[in-house]
C-alpha cells in the first residue's frame, strides 16, 4: 500500500522547501520530491542561480577592488593573479554547504524527501521516478518545479561555447570576449563576474534599453555606468542564428525591426533571455491542471483548477523570484490548513546584484504616468552620502515616489552600493502603507547608506537637507 501524507511537494527549490518547512511547523505529513541529477535540494536558485552567482560575484569585485582601488586606498600588495580554479571552488563550497543546511532542515522538520521525477497519475496519487518506481499518495500535492532557461532559435546551448546560465558559471578559462544575448538581471549579473576578470564584454538587448522593466531613469544611469566600467552594448537589435567553429562563435545580428545583418564573433556567448516555467513531465493532464498560454499553471490563491492540487512559485504568475517563491510556499501551505495565506506580488522587491546594485519594489515613474496617478518624486544622489563618499562608492540614487494627495509611498528605486540591503526599509514602510515623510522622520544612523534612502523621503516635500 502507497505511504499517505497530508501534502507532497514536487520540486525542493525555494518555494517547495520553504513549502515543506512550513507544512512541517504546522504538523502536516509532509514529503518533498526533487529530480536533480546532483541529488541536491535547493533547485535553481542554490545550485545553479542565486547562490553560485553571488559566491562569483562577490569574488571578482574583491578581485578588481585589489587591482584597481588598492593602491589608492594606502594598500601595497604584490603582482596580483587570478586562480580562477580556486574561485570556482569556494563557489561550489558556498553550494555545498547551503543545500546540506537544506538537508537538515527537511529532518528537523520531519519532512521526507525522494529523490527523483515527481508525476501526479490521478488525484492524490504520485508516482517517483527514482533509482526504483515508487508511489505515495496525498490529501494534497504543491507543484513547486520552477523555471528553466529560455531557449533562443537558431542559436544551440551547448554549455561549452554557447551557455546558459549554468555554464556561465563554470567556464574553465576568462573568454576574450563574451557576448551576452539580453539585457536583463542575469545577464548584466554574470557578465559582470567576467568582465572583472578580464572578458571584453559586449551585451546585445532586442528593445532599446537594458533592465527593460525597470524605472526608465535607473536603466539609463545603470547603462551608463555600466559603459563607464567597460562593458560594451547592441540595443535594438537580435540574434538570429550562431555559427560555432573550433575556438569561435559567429553570432549573425541585425537591428531589431529588421535591416542589414552584421557578424559578431566571441570565445563564449551568454543565452540568457529569460526563463520559462518548468511544467513537462508532471502529469498535469492526468487530472486537469489548467496552463495558460505562456506555459503558467493557471491558479487561485494557488490552488490549481485540480481539486487538491496547488502551485506555487516560477510555475505561476508572478516575478519569478526565489523569495516570491519562498512566500508564495508558506502561503500557500497556511491557505491549506485554514490559515490567511497571502502574498503581495506589488511589493515584491527585485534586485541586481552587479556594482553598484540596483533594487527597486513598487511602481516606475513610466506605470504611474500610464494608470494617470498624481504623484511627488524624491531623489537624493550617493555623490552627497557622508558614507558613499568617504569610501569611493558615489555611483547612482535614491528615488522615491508618493501619492501627491496621501503621501503613500508608491515605489522605491535604487542604484547604489548595497541597494538590495536599503530596499528592504522601504518594503516594510509600503507593506504598512506608510508615507514618505515616516521614512523623512525616522532616525537613520550616521554615517550610513542608508542615510540617502532618508533624504530622497525629504525630497518628496522639497526639505532635502544635505544636496
Keep these: 500500500m502507497a505511504e499517505q501524507f497530508d501534502v507532497v511537494i514536487i520540486g525542493a527549490g525555494p518555494g517547495g522547501y520553504n513549502a515543506a518547512i ?178 571584453e564584454v559586449t551585451v546585445v538587448e532586442f528593445l532599446d534599453r537594458i533592465l527593460p522593466t525597470n524605472d526608465g531613469e535607473v536603466s539609463k544611469q545603470f547603462q551608463r555606468i555600466l559603459k563607464k566600467q567597460g562593458v560594451k552594448f547592441k540595443l535594438s537589435s537580435k540574434v538570429t542564428g550562431a555559427e560555432k567553429l573550433k575556438t569561435k562563435v559567429k553570432l549573425s545580428v541585425e537591428p531589431a525591426k529588421g535591416g542589414d545583418s552584421e557578424v559578431i564573433e566571441a570565445d563564449a556567448v551568454l543565452v540568457a533571455i529569460g526563463r520559462r516555467p518548468y511544467t513537462q513531465g508532471l502529469g498535469l493532464e492526468n487530472v486537469g491542471v489548467e496552463i495558460d498560454k505562456r506555459g503558467m499553471i493557471v491558479t487561485d490563491h494557488f490552488k490549481t483548477s485540480a481539486n487538491g492540487v496547488w502551485a506555487i512559485g516560477d510555475c505561476i504568475t508572478g516575478p519569478m523570484l526565489a523569495h516570491k517563491a519562498e512566500d508564495d510556499g508558506v502561503a500557500c501551505i497556511e491557505l491549506i490548513v485554514g490559515k490567511a495565506g497571502h502574498v503581495n506580488y506589488d511589493l515584491v522587491p527585485g534586485v541586481v546584484y552587479t556594482y553598484p546594485e540596483v533594487a527597486s519594489v513598487g511602481k516606475t515613474e513610466e506605470e504611474l504616468k500610464e494608470a494617470g496617478i498624481d504623484y511627488k ?91
Design 22 to 199: 512550513r507544512a512541517g511547523q504546522l504538523g502536516l505529513k509532509t514529503a518533498i520530491i526533487e529530480k536533480r541529477d546532483n541529488k541536491k535540494l535547493g533547485g535553481t536558485c542554490l545550485n545553479v542561480g542565486c547562490i553560485p552567482s553571488k559566491a562569483l560575484l562577490h569574488a571578482s569585485e574583491l578581485y578588481e577592488t585589489a587591482e584597481k582601488d588598492f593602491e589608492g586606498l594606502g594598500i601595497q600588495t604584490g603582482k596580483l593573479s587570478l586562480n580562477l580554479a580556486q574561485m570556482l571552488k569556494q563557489k561550489e563550497d558556498a553550494v555545498e554547504g547551503l543545500t546540506k543546511g537544506i538537508e537538515f532542515l527537511m529532518k528537523k522538520n520531519k519532512v521526507e524527501t525522494f529523490l527523483g521525477a515527481g508525476e501526479i497519475t490521478g488525484p492524490g496519487k504520485v508516482r517517483v521516478h527514482g533509482e526504483k518506481q515508487l508511489d505515495i499518495e496525498a490529501k494534497n500535492i504543491v507543484i513547486a518545479t520552477g523555471s528553466e532557461v529560455t531557449p533562443l532559435p537558431g542559436v544551440e546551448i551547448d554549455e561549452k561555447q554557447i551557455v546558459s546560465s549554468t555554464g556561465a558559471l563554470d567556464f574553465e578559462s576568462v573568454p576574450k570576449h563574451l557576448v551576452v544575448i539580453g539585457g536583463g538581471v542575469i545577464g548584466l549579473e554574470l557578465g559582470s563576474v567576467w568582465r572583472r576578470l578580464g572578458a
Design 377 to 467: 518624486t524624491g531623489k537624493f544622489p550617493f555623490a552627497a552620502n557622508s558614507r558613499a563618499k568617504t569610501n569611493h562608492e558615489t555611483d547612482g540614487f535614491v528615488k522615491v515616489l508618493a501619492d501627491a494627495k496621501t503621501d503613500r509611498v508608491l515605489g522605491c528605486h535604487i542604484i547604489g552600493r548595497e541597494a538590495g540591503e536599503l530596499i528592504a526599509e522601504v518594503v516594510s514602510v509600503m507593506e504598512f502603507g506608510g508615507a514618505s515623510e515616516d521614512i523623512a522622520r525616522t532616525c537613520h544612523a550616521h554615517p550610513t547608506r542608508s542615510e540617502a534612502v532618508r533624504q530622497a523621503a525629504m525630497g518628496v516635500e522639497g526639505w532635502t537637507m544635505q544636496a
